[in-house]
């Protein structure tokens, strides 16, 4: 089994700035995507930011320029680096892995349990 634990979110005034941190552990062999989903009340979840293992990034054209997303490989955990930040990137923020549990199998996506990140205006 394998546990994403995000840290780093809160309350921020708008232009402010956030650091979001998910680390994954367990039963991992590798690691291949991964990235940051978020929902706001109301609304679909949406992709954010997603980096490869080698270290290619998309964003959401909401968030360029403002959010940058990295990794540390060696550590397991995936960041997100928000500036900038506006009322409207108020939301559940959820990281995500696509982790392999042991060498030749397949992908699997998780999910971590989601940290809250308020903007106030």
């Known amino acids: 089994q394998v546990q994403l634990v995000e840290s780093g979110g809160g309350l921020v005034q708008a232009g402010g700035s956030l650091r979001l941190s998910c680390a994954a552990s367990?039963?991992?062999?590798?690691?291949?995507?991964m990235g940051w989903y978020r929902q706001a009340p109301g609304k679909q979840r949406e992709l954010v930011a997603a980096?490869?293992?080698?270290?290619?990034?998309n964003y959401a054209d909401s968030v360029k320029g403002r959010f940058t997303i990295s990794r540390d490989n060696a550590k397991n955990t995936v960041y997100l680096q928000m500036n900038s930040l506006k009322s409207v990137d108020t939301a559940v923020y959820y990281c995500?892995?696509?982790?392999?549990?042991?060498?030749?199998?397949?992908?699997?996506?998780?999910w971590g349990q989601g940290t809250q990140v308020t903007v106030s205006s």
């Open positions: 995500t892995a696509d982790v392999a549990s042991t060498s030749g199998t397949y992908y699997t996506t998780y």
């Open positions: 367990g039963s991992i062999f590798s690691i291949n995507a």
């Open positions: 980096i490869t293992s080698g270290g290619r990034t």
